[in-house]
């Protein structure tokens, strides 16, 4: 029997990479899934995880947005019975030096990776908690814990999002619904993919285990925290980084 079998989970950002990955890994370990997505077309992801024998409801939604981002879980609810675990993985860069960054490219990764969180969050938790049971996860990023340059609105995006696990962990708690965060270091995807190779030579030299981690590092992670071996640990941001902070 799966890690998570008779589970629904809830997993922004889907269609590719570590979104991806999480689906995957969720639907052998048994889960049902409702798949979120902004533009990227999940129908790949959909017939995978369907053809290992699960239920699977893909959206395109934007989670930055209130009105798209609330209505999320209820469908979730209404199409396949319920909401157990809830992964807000949807992010996005838009890099600049602090000097240069435009106010909307402050706004743009603050409202996809931390309100879009938020508004899941909160309607997740309604559900959860009239439960008694849930799990929800934050994909956030090593870049919260140590800062990197070029990025301040990405850094505070998911330094916000430990915070907000965090609260959130501590207000949940005596539903027996757990929040945590996984930070990942450098993990080989389309958002990593842009860097060029004297920067990706440059970040290896930063790793400790000297090499970038797949998607599926992470995946491992969230199996683990979506499932009962984690049911005692809440509020915490595991680190999946090769050793990048430590
Ligand atoms: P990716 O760019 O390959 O995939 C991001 C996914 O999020 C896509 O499916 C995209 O459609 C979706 N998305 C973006 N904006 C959205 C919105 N407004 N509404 C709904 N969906 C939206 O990214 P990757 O690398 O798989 O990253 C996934 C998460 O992991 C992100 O939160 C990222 O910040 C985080 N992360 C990634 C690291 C890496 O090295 N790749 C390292 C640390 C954290």
Same mark, same amino acid.
């Given at each position: 029997m799966g890690k998570l079998e008779g589970k629904v989970a809830l997993i922004t950002g889907a269609?590719?990479?570590?979104g991806r990955a999480i689906a995957e890994a969720f639907a052998r370990e048994g889960a049902d899934l409702f798949l979120v997505t902004r533009s990227t077309p999940l129908d790949e992801v959909k017939s995978v995880c369907e053809?290992?024998?699960?239920?699977?409801?893909a959206r395109q939604a934007n989670v930055?947005?209130?009105? +798209? /981002?609330?209505? %999320?879980?209820g469908d979730a609810v209404a199409q396949l019975g319920g909401l157990d675990i809830l992964v807000?993985?949807?992010?996005?860069?838009?890099?600049?030096l602090l000097v240069r960054m435009k106010d909307a490219d402050f706004d743009d990764v603050i409202n996809t990776n931390l309100? +879009? /969180?938020?508004? %899941?969050?909160?309607?997740?938790?309604?559900?959860?908690m009239k439960k008694r049971w849930g799990r929800i996860i934050n994909i956030s990023s090593v870049?919260?814990?140590?800062?990197?340059a070029g990025q301040v609105n990405y850094a505070a995006s998911k330094a916000g999002l430990i915070g907000m696990t965090k609260s959130a962990a501590r207000e949940l708690a005596p539903r027996q619904v757990t929040v945590n965060a996984i930070a990942p270091g450098f993990i080989t995807t389309d958002m990593t993919e842009v860097l060029n190779d004297a920067a990706k030579?440059?970040?290896l030299q930063s790793i400790p285990l000297g090499r970038f981690g797949a998607p599926e590092v992470v995946a491992a992670g969230a199996v683990?925290?979506?499932?009962?071996?984690?049911?005692?640990?809440t509020g915490h941001t595991l680190a999946v980084n090769g050793g990048m902070a430590m």
């Open positions: 269609a590719r990479g570590i053809a290992l024998g699960r239920r699977v409801v930055a947005d209130h009105t +798209g /981002a609330t209505v %999320l879980v807000n993985n949807a992010g996005i860069t838009r890099d600049a309100r +879009g /969180a938020f508004y %899941l969050m909160r309607e997740a938790a309604k559900v959860m870049v919260g814990e140590v800062g990197n030579a440059q970040l683990f925290l979506a499932s009962g071996d984690a049911a005692y640990i």
